[in-house]
């Protein structure tokens, strides 16, 4: 049989990785696929840059539409990023009838609703593994190896640069800017690094797991997000001492009010596996009735991590292409019409635990005006650290940890402490999760 035609839109890192991975396992993929594969056509904009990737094992065009239009091409795989013209490309060689493979978590996360509909009716196939994690197959054990189960929560180490510069400022001590800055010169954070560091890159990555995860639709838009930027080494400090760690996780539940989706900085146990996660390394926990918790390690970026998981895609493309549309795995793990429109819970309305930090005045009565308010909201203290206070100095900085308690009768109280007249500054808050 003739190796199967691929088109790649965008040539850049992860596309030299895909050529490179092609190459040297060629003779292994092809004895999994039972069919080769075959990069026929190359689209990028800067055609120096893509002939520096491509080495001349591909013709490169500049119009990305030569190669949806090809004949010949079977499979489109997407690597532009984005979701300005990748979308319309992506929507462009459907409506052809090519089978699509991205890396893109933004588009999916954004506009997967779409791209899976338009995807259905033409009877092709979507795969994004390369979009969540990289490396890590974790879509694939979501929606296949964890089919039997219950998923109950997920929770993950899903953006490499924030665990980067995390791990350095727990390590050193640094200052966040100073973190980010060293991360950008060694590149592990981009140029403009916003959507790493403001958490939007973990939403979008968080929100697809969840998808596929209790079976609703993709739901970037209803995630609450939080990035790594106001972090102070002090509570990465703070944390330690009262054995925990701080990632920035992405987190969904599946609770009996709906679905919690949110990403935000979180203190973890640091006697758990993920909490060991360190650098640009990715990691998910995933919790499931049956097989308990399981925990999926790995490389989250770069050029043959991605690769693999787009390689990955495009075998399981040459595999079920001639199956029946309705008999392939469902795009979102669950049968389209089994999907449910399950709510995602507001903020206010979800449960977890916290890490307080108070700066007050070291004087009577003043610890027990703030358990007083915690007590009115019902919110109990699992344990309290207070820092002596520098000598000269009448302030000093109090730590509680709350066992769990709903975000809004926690930000309720914390607005009463803040108007003692014994806080001193605002309270910082960062939620905490035990994992167990
Ligand atoms: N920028 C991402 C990270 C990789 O730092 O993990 C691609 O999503």
Do not use: C
């Not at 696929?33 to 500049?62: C, F, H, N, T, W």
């Not at 996660?277 to 990715?282: D, I, P, S, T, W």
């Not at 108070?358 to 009565?365: F, H, I, N, P, S």
């Amino acid at each position: 049989m003739n190796p199967i035609q691929v088109g790649l839109l965008g040539a850049g890192t992860v596309g030299g990785g895909v050529f490179t991975v092609l190459n040297r396992n060629q003779e292994e993929i092809e004895r999994r696929a039972g069919r080769g594969i075959e990069i026929s056509m190359v689209a990028d904009l800067d055609a120096k840059r893509a002939q520096e990737i491509v080495k001349g094992r591909a013709p490169i065009v500049s119009d990305a539409y030569a190669v949806i239009r090809d004949p010949n091409i079977e499979v489109v795989i997407e690597l532009i990023g984005g979701y300005g013209i990748a979308k319309e490309l992506v929507l462009a060689a459907i409506a052809q009838g090519k089978h699509v493979v991205t890396a893109n978590k933004a588009l999916i996360a954004v506009h997967g609703n779409e791209i899976f509909a338009a995807a259905r009716d033409r009877g092709v196939i979507v795969a994004f593994e390369a979009a969540v994690a990289g490396g890590i197959p974790i879509i694939k054990a979501l929606r296949e190896g964890l089919t039997a189960n219950r998923i109950e929560w997920i929770a993950g180490i899903i953006n490499g640069t924030t665990n980067f510069i995390l791990s350095e400022m727990r390590d050193k001590g640094l200052d966040f800017d100073v973190a980010l800055k060293q991360a950008q010169e060694l590149g592990y954070a981009e140029a403009d690094p916003t959507f790493d560091i403001e958490g939007i890159d973990a939403a979008h990555k968080a929100s697809i797991m969840s998808a596929i995860a209790f079976g609703v639709p993709v739901q970037f838009d209803k995630a609450h997000i939080e990035g790594i930027t106001q972090l102070a080494p002090i509570d990465i400090r703070y944390a330690e001492e009262l054995g925990y760690r701080i990632k920035l996780l992405g987190i969904t539940k599946r609770t009996s009010h709906g679905i919690e989706l949110r990403v935000h900085p979180t203190l973890i146990p640091a006697n758990r596996l993920i909490a060991s996660v360190e650098g640009a390394m990715n990691a998910v926990q995933v919790f499931g009735d049956a097989v308990g918790t399981t925990l999926y390690y790995g490389k989250g970026a770069g050029a043959e991590p991605t690769a693999s998981a787009v390689i990955a895609d495009l075998v399981d493309v040459v595999r079920y292409q001639s199956v029946d549309p309705d008999k392939r795995v469902p795009y979102l793990a669950f049968q389209e019409d089994r999907v449910i429109n399950t709510v995602v819970m507001p903020m206010g309305e979800i449960t977890t635990s916290y890490y307080l930090r108070l700066k007050v005045a070291d004087q009577t009565g003043v610890l027990a005006s703030i358990t007083k308010i915690l007590a009115e909201q019902d919110i109990s203290i699992d344990a309290l650290l207070q820092k002596e206070a520098l000598q000269g100095q009448s302030q000093t900085d109090l730590i509680i940890l709350s066992h769990q308690t709903q975000e809004k009768k926690m930000l309720l109280a914390i607005e009463k402490i803040e108007q003692l007249s014994t806080t001193l500054g605002p309270v910082i808050k960062i939620r905490l999760e035990e994992l167990s």
